[in-house]
């Protein structure tokens, strides 16, 4: 059972354009939620988190939304640059027992063209 | 910044032979992490450790996989016998408690071909 799930395995967007990423999740009790970058052949990276009291967070060029009614959040990269083509990965935390361990999603593979 | 390590960065190894992977978290980092990370999927928790106890291993294959962490700081994680089946990356994470929600500090990882 696939608890948190990124539909598009892939995106490719212009340089100076905006990227979405996209992020659906099943388990109503999850109560913290991230977005990590991973390069090749390194570990994920932290990029931008997002408590459930809140429906948005800001952080530079990146902004996370929440959307808890839709179980969904979204990653938006605002301008896109090439150093930005990653693979990009949704988790979340949270619920009866939390230990705090992550729960991610497959990835989705993110192409910034210049 | 404190930086989670890892070693080896790749291993490769015959199938039905054995290995192992260490980890050294953060200093302070009470809660510490094993993650196995297949080509094209998310990374999945294999074990987590709060200081030197197991508190989640209900995905390890016991049958094959063991860790442990003795004193509370590094980890260790071994495979025995190896089956092609575990070629994956294998990421070490560590967090400074468990109680609150927090980011996971990740290491660059082991990856594993096994042959």
């Known amino acids: 059972d696939q608890q948190v799930k990124q539909n598009s395995p892939s995106l490719s967007v212009q340089e100076g354009r905006i990227s979405i990423l996209n992020c659906d999740y099943t388990?109503?009790?999850?109560?913290?939620f991230l977005w990590y970058k991973k390069y090749p052949a390194e570990g994920p990276t932290f990029l931008i988190s997002i408590s459930s009291i809140k429906d948005k967070n800001e952080d530079g060029r990146f902004t996370v939304f929440l959307n808890k009614s839709a179980k969904h959040l979204s990653l938006h990269i605002v301008p896109s640059q090439p150093g930005d083509s990653a693979v990009y990965f949704c988790?979340?935390?949270?619920?009866?027992?939390?230990?705090?361990?992550?729960?991610f999603g497959q990835g989705t593979t993110l192409q910034v063209k210049p | 910044e404190a930086e989670v390590a890892q070693s080896p960065r790749y291993k490769i190894t015959e199938k039905s032979q054995a290995v192992a992977f260490w980890c050294d978290p953060i200093s302070g980092h009470a809660t510490l992490y094993w993650y196995r990370q297949i080509l094209g999927q998310g990374p999945e928790l294999l074990v987590q450790?709060?200081?030197?106890?197991?508190?989640?291993d209900s995905q390890l294959p016991k049958d094959r996989f063991s860790a442990e962490r003795l004193k509370g700081v590094d980890s260790t994680l071994k495979i025995q016998p190896a089956e092609l089946g575990d070629s994956a990356m294998y990421l070490c994470?560590?967090?400074?408690?468990?109680?609150?929600?927090?980011?996971?500090?990740f290491g660059s990882g082991t990856q594993l071909s096994v042959l």
């Open positions: 988790a979340a935390s949270g619920g009866s027992g939390n230990t705090g361990k992550l729960i």
């Open positions: 388990n109503s009790m999850f109560d913290y």
């Open positions: 450790f709060q200081d030197e106890s197991v508190v989640d």
């Open positions: 994470a560590s967090s400074f408690h468990a109680t609150a929600p927090e980011k996971l500090f």
